[in-house]
């Protein structure tokens, strides 16, 4: 790498981090270009060379935190021996992340990313299309082998994922009701009756 190619990703790291804590510490209204600039140091020119506008910014450090996830949903999935063992292992995964990486977790949950999700369902999935080409491999083969009920694809999809994605929200809410070690242990034999063949 150059040292102008390490100094651009460096700016941009500085960029996405400010993101991050401007939308942890002011929410969705307090995230404009102004308080990241202000946050990181970094020149207006700069986030618009690098991401071309706020909402550039916003979209980069969103598929940044979700192929996080996915790598550990799907690191879950290839390392389980079975079906069964591979919902229990996204589970926990999942609410693991939630617990280790609040902010990006806040971010990932909120209404602007679901928002954003809906007006570019397409973009955003196409670009984490080896994670979730991964995620319907373990499907398939879960279907062959008689484990899983032979559904479509997205529902398998939303009965597992669903209910653990309901509990996060819940959890990051505020809401003081969920307790997220418990609900790693309870959510897998539940979706697992929900998906078995």
Do not use: C
């Not at 928002?115 to 491999?137: C, I, N």
């Not at 959890?171 to 929900?194: C, H, N």
């Amino acid at each position: 790498m150059s040292p102008k190619q390490h100094r651009g990703e460096v700016t941009s790291d500085l960029l996405l981090e400010a993101a991050l804590r401007v939308f942890v510490e002011s929410g969705e209204q307090g995230l404009t270009v102004n308080a990241v600039i202000r946050t990181s140091g970094v020149s207006l020119g700069s986030l618009y060379h690098h991401f071309g506008s706020l909402d550039g910014l916003i979209g980069a450090l969103s598929h940044r935190w979700l192929d996080r996830l996915l790598g550990e949903l799907t690191k879950a999935l290839r390392n389980a021996g079975t079906a069964r063992a591979g919902i229990a292992g996204a589970v926990e995964a999942y609410l693991t992340f939630i617990q280790e990486h609040r902010g990006p977790a806040l971010l990932l949950h909120s209404p602007l990313a679901d928002r954003k999700g809906m007006a570019r369902g397409r973009e955003f999935r196409d670009a984490q299309e080896a994670r979730v080409s991964e995620v319907a491999l373990w499907v398939r083969q879960g279907v062959d082998s008689g484990e899983l009920a032979p559904l479509p694809l997205p529902l398998i999809e939303s009965l597992v994922l669903g209910p653990v994605v309901a509990v996060a929200r819940r959890s990051l809410s505020g809401i003081d009701d969920v307790d997220l070690d418990q609900a790693a242990r309870l959510l897998p034999e539940q979706i697992w009756r929900s998906v078995r063949a």
